[in-house]
């Protein structure tokens, strides 16, 4: 009985044992997949963080409180580390319309758009994302081979043994030297664009708010805005015809001149007469 029972507890021990064991192994092949997975999306984010994008943003605003805005504009480009390329400013009508190209680096965009974006009426907004990934590590490829033989021909250069091969090997080293500069001046061109994004800006300003308050006061603010229309149209018309007086007086004079001589003529005819 003993025997059968020492045999019984051996058996369960055996069984648990195993159990742990494939358990643990459960595990390990668990851990070591997700490690798989967790690496496998680390590569791709690097991968993604190593791409070259080219990002471009257009934005279209409306505002009421126009000089706050662009003020407040301005003062988020610098506080963004970036920097407005050019702007224009026009006050062709009634209010006036702001135009810009900033450049904020890639980093801090989207701060920058949502300050633009809160503080003013987004009438429309769109964005376009250019790879040039392969174009900068092509680039970049072609400057490593040229400079390698850059430094090739500077070796023949000093081995040469005449003033004929020594000439040769100058021109061929101006060319590649030109060459890398030009490829150098793209791979900067590249790493300004990816690294900053371009925002177009166009900001209009509208009308200042008004408060209703109620019918009639609805009636006096057209009745003002209509006396307004009319001085504006006096105010057209009189200028046109100041800007026209230089265009009158000349046919005028030469009017008036042919009148006198008319009148001249026929007064030494009528005097000949009465001889």
């Known amino acids: 009985m003993k025997k059968i029972i020492t045999l019984t507890i051996g058996i369960i021990l055996i069984i648990s044992i195993l159990c742990g064991c494939s358990e643990t192994a459960s595990k390990s092949d668990i851990a070591y997949e997700n490690e798989g997975i967790v690496s496998e999306e680390i590569l791709q984010d690097e991968a993604v963080d190593s791409r070259k994008l080219i990002k471009e943003i257009s934005l279209t605003a409306e505002t009421k409180d126009y000089d706050n805005y662009i003020d407040g504009i301005r003062k988020n480009v610098v506080s963004n580390g970036g920097y407005i390329e050019s702007s224009d400013e026009s006050n062709l009508s009634d209010y006036r319309t702001f135009t810009a190209t900033i450049r904020i680096p890639v980093g801090k965009t989207d701060s920058f758009t949502d300050f633009a974006s809160k503080n003013a009426t987004i009438q429309s907004r769109s964005e376009s994302v250019k790879d040039v990934t392969e174009e900068y590590v092509d680039i970049e490829a072609r400057i490593k081979v040229y400079k390698a033989e850059e430094e090739s021909l500077i070796e023949i250069m000093k081995q040469a043994d ?114």
């Open 162 to 275: 005449n003033i004929t091969d020594l000439l040769a090997v100058k021109e061929q080293l101006a060319d590649l030297r030109a060459e890398i500069e030009s490829y150098t001046a793209q791979l900067k061109s590249l790493e300004n664009k990816t690294s900053y994004s371009t925002v177009s800006l166009t900001v209009y300003e509208v009308e200042r708010e008004v408060k209703s308050e109620g019918y009639w006061s609805n009636i006096w603010n057209n009745i003002i805005k209509g006396f307004k229309n009319v001085g504006k149209i006096i105010t057209t018309l009189f200028a046109f015809a100041l800007s026209s007086i230089p265009y009158l007086v000349i046919p005028a004079v030469i009017t008036l001149s042919i009148v006198v001589a008319i009148r001249i003529l026929i007064k030494k005819k009528s005097l000949n007469r009465k001889k």
